[in-house]
């Protein structure tokens, strides 16, 4: 029963909509996308077989879409203070 009721928990979080999301909740979402995804890509940098798609595989998977949308929109604001401040 104690599994069960653990296995619903678990399936309810991972799929909650993103605006249902708390901003604690997206950061943390956020930070563990970022390592996920840093990890992966460390990992087939050492593949012999590397292609493009695999890449795009690697963004894409699950909903990092949304997250790495995110870290766009970050990065972009952080470029255009660090423009204006000039």
Known sequence: MKDNEEHH???TKTTTKIYNLSIKDICD???K???DMLNEFSIYRH???KRWNDYVRIITQEDRLIYVGIIFVIVSLIVFFIDISR
């Open 47 to 49: 593949d012999e077989n």
């Open 29 to 31: 979402n956020l930070s």
């Open 33 to 35: 996308t970022v390592i």
């Open 9 to 11: 928990k678990t399936k």
